[in-house]
């Protein structure tokens, strides 16, 4: 089921969501080499506590931390650890969820640490513009097959791939709600977007294959050939005109 927002329930998930997006600054300001992945999971915890508000991830479906600390071909999910620690040339996926007033935000993005590769630095560019393309489409009379299309034509064209076992989602009073937000897929198919639908749109772009694989911990998500990926993700809310990228600070987005 597609939950509508209205205007009073877009006014509270503002809320969560700013504050998402600055616990989702807070760990990347955090990213230079020598710090663990435990403590950029701390900092994102503490962010969203002092505000009054709850960790999204923490707990949700056992997942023990307050934060994905992803590193290098790590897709998604990396769980944060005191023994990983973030090295030079490494780049780094935090991806933050926050509660707060009966609404959840998410929100992602890849930070390099330190002087990364050529590579790694197009890696990046590519997957945040993804975003953007994609949202071009996150209009009233679209459909959701839209902005996915526009994701994967995007990537593919700039010689990259888009991760096929994980896809965007709806996000409200629950983190994960219906539709499901892919980000590959042939234009005009499926659902069609309506104003007041809140959506968390999250390109995951690898350098080599689409194939992932998941780790014993029963988590971390890695890319199948080991090579690099980057992940990139905002909270939006469809309007009458241009879509609202809610994971900000005030107008200001990561």
């Not at 769980?79 to 707060?100: F, L, M, N, Q």
């Not at 749109?201 to 990926?229: C, Q």
Request: with cysteine.
């Amino acid at each position: 089921m597609i939950r509508i927002k209205t205007e009073q329930e877009l006014e509270q998930m503002r809320v969560a969501c700013r504050l998402t997006a600055i616990a989702r600054k807070a760990a990347a300001d955090a990213v230079h080499p020598g710090v663990t992945t435990g403590e950029i999971d701390r900092i994102v915890r503490k962010t969203i506590e002092d505000a009054g508000g709850k960790p999204s991830f923490l707990g949700y479906a056992g997942f023990p931390g307050s934060a994905c600390v992803s590193i290098n071909d790590e897709v998604i999910h990396g769980i944060p650890s005191d023994t990983r620690v973030v090295k030079e040339g490494d780049i780094v996926k935090v991806d933050v969820g926050a509660y707060i007033n009966g609404f959840h935000g998410d929100c992602a993005c890849t930070v390099p640490c330190g002087e990364v590769s050529d590579e790694a630095k197009r890696l990046i560019e590519v997957t945040r513009q993804s975003f953007y393309e994609g949202i071009k489409f996150a209009r009233e009379g679209f459909r959701v097959s839209d902005i996915s299309a526009a994701v994967q034509r995007y990537v593919e064209k700039n010689g990259f791939s888009v991760v096929r076992a994980y896809v965007g989602h709806g996000v409200g009073e629950n983190l994960h709600e219906s539709p499901e937000v892919p980000n590959f897929g042939r234009p005009g198919h499926g659902l069609r977007l309506q104003r007041g639908m809140t959506i968390a749109v999250e390109p995951m772009v690898n350098v080599g294959v689409y194939d992932i694989k998941v780790l014993p911990d029963g988590w971390t998500v890695k890319t199948r050939d080991g090579k690099l990926s980057a992940h990139y993700e905002n909270t939006i809310a469809i309007t009458d005109g241009a879509p609202e990228i809610m994971t900000n600070i005030d107008g200001e987005v990561l």
